[in-house]
């Protein structure tokens, strides 16, 4: 799956690796997390375009947003077929634009976060769809998933899953909703090759989304691998210098800007 994620580069290059007429400015993020806003690239009247929307799928027919599950990621191979997505993989399918993600690895009773990241620096142009949740009395929401599929025998090592990135060669292809059916972008949508990712363990510090600084990247010494009397990943952070963390929203997730 995909639940945090990282956009690091600057405004400006974003723009220019997608293309987007708009010129948002915006900080670097180390911890997005789901129900905050994110950045997001669509196609509009054949225009490609910078949108913010709230990372929580809510499909257009739902009525009450709190009788319905918080849909984070779509899987590859449902969404042609899942009512959810059914309709935004015809008319709404769109990228996140991001410089990696954290996933994390169950070893006995804990979990062990790790950042993996494009092995060329690149930034990833994650698949997602999207929809715009209309309220009883108007308000609309613009909502966004990451798609996710099958992770290969290398990632697995990691999730069984991992998000799925559109290849700068077919970007156009996946955000043309208005010539490319949903059956055809849907063969875009299989895990990252091979050798194009890499991987690090983290601190746990990544857990807690109040937390959002540079460090929260850096690579530590797995834990796994250290003799039993080693100082821990939390005493091993106590010891670098305190950063500036960004301040929180009232509820508790922080924002983009």
């Known amino acids: 799956m995909c639940g945090r994620f990282v956009i690091t580069s600057a405004p400006e290059a974003i723009r220019l690796v997608f293309g987007y007429q708009e010129q948002p400015n915006f900080p670097p993020r180390y911890n997005v997390a789901p129900t905050q806003p994110i950045p997001v690239v669509l196609v509009d009247h054949g225009i490609r375009q910078f949108q913010l929307m709230r990372w929580g799928l809510m499909p257009s027919w ?24 059914r309709s935004a993989m015809r008319r709404r399918r769109c990228v996140v634009p991001a410089d990696g993600y954290y ?10 976060p790790f ?3 494009p092995s060329d620096g690149a930034p990833l142009a994650l698949a997602a769809l999207a929809e715009t949740w209309v309220g009883p009395h108007g308000e609309e929401v613009d ?34 909703c208005a010539t490319v059916s949903a059956e055809e972008a849907a063969e ?14 983290v601190s746990t510090e990544v857990n ?4 959002d600084h540079a460090g929260l990247i850096e690579p530590i010494a797995d834990p796994a691998e250290l003799p039993q009397d080693a100082p821990s990943a939390k005493q091993l952070s106590a010891t670098r210098p305190a950063r500036r963390r960004k301040r ?10």
């Open 143 to 176: 909502t966004v998933a990451i798609i996710t599929a099958a992770a290969s025998a290398a990632m697995a090592v990691l999730h069984d899953r991992v998000p799925v990135t559109i290849a700068p060669g077919d970007l156009d292809r996946w955000l043309d």
């Open 62 to 85: 739902v009525k009450d947003p709190r009788q319905f599950a918080l849909l984070i990621n779509a899987r590859a191979e449902t969404v042609l077929d899942k009512p959810a997505f």
């Open 188 to 201: 875009l949508l299989h895990a990252p090759p091979d050798g194009t990712l890499l991987w690090h363990p």
């Open 208 to 211: 807690n989304v109040g937390n």
């Open 115 to 117: 950042f993996i990241h």
């Open 103 to 112: 996933e994390w690895q169950r070893r006995g009773a804990r979990k062990q």
């Open 248 to 257: 929180a929203a009232p509820d508790g997730q922080g924002s983009l800007f």
